[in-house]
């Protein structure tokens, strides 16, 4: 069974930086198309950015674009996301998660959550001076 857990979250002040790690176990993250997600109270969950199989094609949401970098680890079946000049809207839970369909050479991912099944429980990234 596929399970995604991230880390690498924290406190950190406005232009600094971050990486968060997703990691899979029960599959080989390399066959999927793999997405972060973010969200605070009260709001719905945005896309951030995604990295499909194959290629790895990347997409992201039009907020970081420019300021966050996703990209994939395979010897540690890990999809990192690189985060600088961080603002204090960026503060939230990010996620990691798996798009089940997204196992074609050629599939583009989409920063949507709802392409996407199997989700991690979050990890906390709070900008702040």
């Known amino acids: 069974q596929a399970q995604l857990v991230e880390s690498g979250g924290g406190l950190v002040q406005p232009g600094g930086s971050l990486t968060l790690s997703c990691t899979a176990s029960?599959?080989?993250?390399?066959?999927?198309?793999i997405g972060w997600f973010r969200q605070t109270p009260g709001k719905e969950r945005e896309g951030v950015a995604c990295i499909s199989n194959g290629a790895g094609r990347t997409n992201y949401g039009d907020s970081v674009k420019g300021r966050f970098s996703i990209s994939r680890d395979s010897a540690k079946n890990t999809v990192a996301l690189q985060m600088n000049n961080l603002q204090p809207d960026d503060t939230a839970v990010y996620y990691c998660?798996?798009?089940?369909?997204?196992?074609?050479?050629?599939?583009?991912?989409?920063?949507?959550?709802?392409?996407?099944?199997?989700w991690g429980q979050g990890t906390q990234v709070t900008v702040s001076s």
């Open positions: 998660a798996l798009d089940p369909g997204g196992t074609d050479a050629n599939y583009i991912c989409y920063v949507s959550q709802y392409f996407y099944e199997t």
């Open positions: 029960g599959i080989t993250a390399d066959y999927y198309a």
